[in-house]
């Protein structure tokens, strides 16, 4: 097995009595320092089916501060692979000293080809892909995000048999893989809320293609106008969830998740009793280039 380092914790999130709840963290940020949180668990199953076929090079889609891009190009240097990053945005091509994610993907290794956002919408076509092998040869191919079926098999190992008794299990939403994996290894009478870090209506049918249970939901009330979408009122409550809990989130998904547990508790969404597990899926290492643009908008920072 290529991948065996795993320090997981469930740790207690501070609440107020009067929600009369338990909240735990499930501390997947933990699990390793570059390759981190949901994205180990994508990466598991993929990396071994790479080497088990005989590539060289993973090639892969992502945006400017990218967590699945920097994961990658790690994972290619500690593994022996060859990476590629198309990277959504022409503009980018000339600021990769200024972009702290492209810069660490740089330095593992990676090889990036920057394109328009018109042409990155075609990044499902086999059109596409088939431009993209005559122009970097063979290659083993990661969606963007990572989720496909063996990245859903990884995440069926975030929930462990010490996870059996809570009610809910929460995570935030981006293409869909983390929930469909903890929804395939979620107990009998335990409800899985996702919470989206985009807008769209698409994420439901993006999940109903991995899970056959029904004991999900998604809550897209929380996504403070689109991805990577910030505003003052969430950099607050991230900073003072880190001031009391010890924890880091970051603004793209767990601060938007959290944020929405929160609210919910504050609208009675969990009846007394209840024990919550939110998973934390890592993200920390956009918040450099989070807050050089909170900076340039003038708003506060992440702390």
């Given amino acids: 097995m290529i991948f065996q380092l795993d320090n997981s914790i469930n740790q207690p999130v501070l609440l107020p009595n009067k929600y009369g709840v338990e909240l735990f963290l499930k501390r997947e940020d933990n699990i390793h320092p570059f390759i981190s949180g949901n994205k180990y668990r994508k990466l598991k199953y993929n990396i071994e089916e790479a080497k088990r076929l005989g590539f060289e090079t993973l090639l892969t889609f992502g945006g400017a501060f990218s967590n699945h891009i920097a994961a990658v190009a790690f994972a290619g240097k500690e593994f022996g692979f060859k990476t590629i990053g198309i990277i959504r945005g022409d503009e980018l091509q000339d600021k990769i000293p ?170 009675g969404r969990f009846s007394k009793g209840s024990k919550i597990l939110a998973i934390h899926t890592g993200g920390l290492q956009g918040i450099t280039g989070m807050n050089k643009f909170l900076k340039q908008k003038k708003l506060p920072i992440i702390e």
Wanted: glycine fraction near 10%.
């Fill in 98 to 267: 200024e972009n702290p994610t492209l810069s660490f993907a740089e330095a593992c290794g990676m090889q990036f080809k920057f394109v328009s956002r018109d042409e990155f919408r075609r990044k499902h076509s086999d059109l596409f892909v088939t431009e993209l092998k005559q122009e970097f040869d063979d290659f083993y191919l990661l969606p963007e995000g990572g989720t496909n079926a063996l990245a859903v098999k990884g995440c069926e190992e975030i929930l462990t048999e010490g996870d059996k008794d809570f009610d809910y299990v929460c995570c935030a939403v981006g293409t869909g893989g983390t929930i469909s994996g903890l929804i395939n290894c979620s107990q009998p009478g335990q409800q899985i809320l996702g919470f989206p870090a985009l807008k769209g209506s698409f994420l439901k049918e993006d999940i109903s293609k991995f899970v056959s249970k029904q004991n999900w939901i998604v809550i897209t009330d929380y996504h403070f106008g689109g991805y990577a979408k910030v505003n003052a009122e969430l950099i607050h409550f991230i900073n003072q969830f880190k001031k009391d809990n010890n924890i880091q989130l970051d603004p793209v998904y767990t601060g938007k998740m959290m944020f929405g547990i929160f609210d919910l508790l504050e609208k």
